[in-house]
C-alpha cells in the first residue's frame, strides 16, 4: 500500500486548508487511518485519526477547528482545517494501519510522503 497526500499550502492565520492522502495497493484491508503532523526537530505528533467504522480521535489542541473523514470506497482520509493558527505550521504526515487480506495477515504501518502546511501570522 502507498499513501499520496495533497493539499498543504500556505494559508493566513484564521483561514483554511483541506489535506486529501489517498491509498493505493490492492491485497490489503485498511484499518485506521490519520494525520500526524512535525516540525523541525520536534517528535512526530498525532493530530487526528479516523476508524474504519468512523470513529475519530483529535489531539487536544485541534479538536473544535479541525475535522478528520474518511471515504472507504476511495481508500481515501481527509482533514479538514479550519480556523488555523501559526502553531499549526508543520510538515503533515498521512498514515494507515493495513491488514494482508491473505494469509499471513500481517499488519503493517504506512505513512505518506508529508505535505507543508505552512500559516502565517
Known amino acids: 500500500v502507498q499513501l499520496q497526500a495533497s493539499g498543504g499550502g500556505l494559508v493566513q492565520a484564521g483561514g483554511s486548508l483541506r489535506l486529501s492522502c489517498a491509498a493505493s495497493?490492492?491485497?490489503?484491508?485498511?484499518?485506521?487511518m490519520g494525520w500526524y503532523r512535525q516540525t523541525p526537530g520536534k517528535q512526530r505528533d498525532l493530530v487526528a485519526t479516523i476508524s474504519r467504522a468512523g470513529n475519530t480521535n483529535y489531539a487536544d489542541s485541534v479538536k473544535g477547528r479541525f475535522t478528520i473523514s474518511r471515504d472507504n470506497a476511495k481508500n481515501t482520509v481527509y482533514l479538514q482545517m479550519n480556523t488555523l493558527k501559526p502553531e499549526d505550521t508543520a510538515v503533515y504526515y498521512c498514515?494507515?494501519?493495513?491488514?494482508?487480506?491473505?494469509?499471513?495477515?500481517?499488519?503493517?504501518?504506512?505513512w505518506g510522503q508529508g505535505t507543508q502546511v505552512t500559516v502565517s501570522s
Open positions: 495497493g490492492s491485497g490489503y484491508i485498511i484499518n485506521d
Open positions: 498514515n494507515a494501519v493495513v491488514v494482508r487480506m491473505f494469509p499471513p495477515r500481517t499488519t503493517s504501518n504506512v
